[in-house]
């Protein structure tokens, strides 16, 4: 953490839960910036250190994390060649979630929350190439409880013509994050290998 009084308060706000945003809110504006440092300062240090090609990335998340991995490749057109995501948060001003971490980070000003929110990035995505993979599970607590909202996010996709492949995992042993992704990493990687390697 960053020493900030009641940043560990709630498991979705704070420590737990930064939403991939550069807030503009006291007191998290000076050290909650994970859009940025995904965005510009990962890469470079990756870059800096291992034999990568920057002109060839893909970008993956889980859960938030598949929320940031869609508002980056959204708000970032061309800078990476696929995205995928496990059970991403898909349209967080719509979510009791999302809500409560973009109104903290970003104000009382819904249209600054649009900005991380990949429903509404999709509405103006350019005609740039990107596929989207996404696996859902389908007895996914937060699924159920109107926190992720895939449909919305379908329809928007379906919308402005960009593919997105969504499969709704039937099985019912996916209780742990774990053992769902390791079910279906191979096809993600699959998914990026075959961006990555054109």
């Known amino acids: 953490g ?47 250190n291992f034999p990568t090609d920057p002109e060839r990335m893909s970008i993956f998340g889980h859960s938030m994390g598949g929320h940031g991995a869609l508002i980056l490749a959204l708000k970032n057109p061309g800078k990476y060649k696929s995205v ?9 001003i719509q979510c009791e979630w999302g809500k409560k ?5 970003l104000g009382s000003d819904v249209s600054k929350w649009e900005a991380y929110d990949a429903t509404q990035l999709v509405k103006s995505y350019p005609n740039s190439h990107l596929d989207i993979l996404i696996d859902q599970g389908k007895d996914d607590q937060f699924l159920s409880a109107g926190q992720l909202l895939p449909d919305n996010f379908i329809a928007a996709c379906t919308e402005q013509k960009i593919p997105v492949v969504f499969r709704l995992q039937q099985a019912s042993c996916f209780c742990s994050p774990y053992f769902f992704i390791a079910t279906f990493i191979n096809d ?11």
């Not at 971490?101 to 980070?105: D, E, P, R, S, V």
């Not at 993600?188 to 054109?198: D, E, G, M, Q, T």
């Open 84 to 92: 995928s995501a496990f059970a991403p948060i898909c349209n967080p």
């Open 188 to 198: 993600h990687i699959k998914h990026h290998a075959k961006y990555l390697n054109a």
């Open 101 to 105: 971490a973009l109104g903290g980070y």
């Open 2 to 48: 960053c020493n900030i009084e009641g940043e560990d308060e709630s498991w979705d706000f704070g420590t737990g839960a930064g939403f991939y945003v550069d807030a503009t809110e006291d007191p998290w504006k000076t050290n909650y910036r994970m859009y940025s440092y995904i965005k510009d300062e990962l890469p470079k240090l990756i870059n800096a």
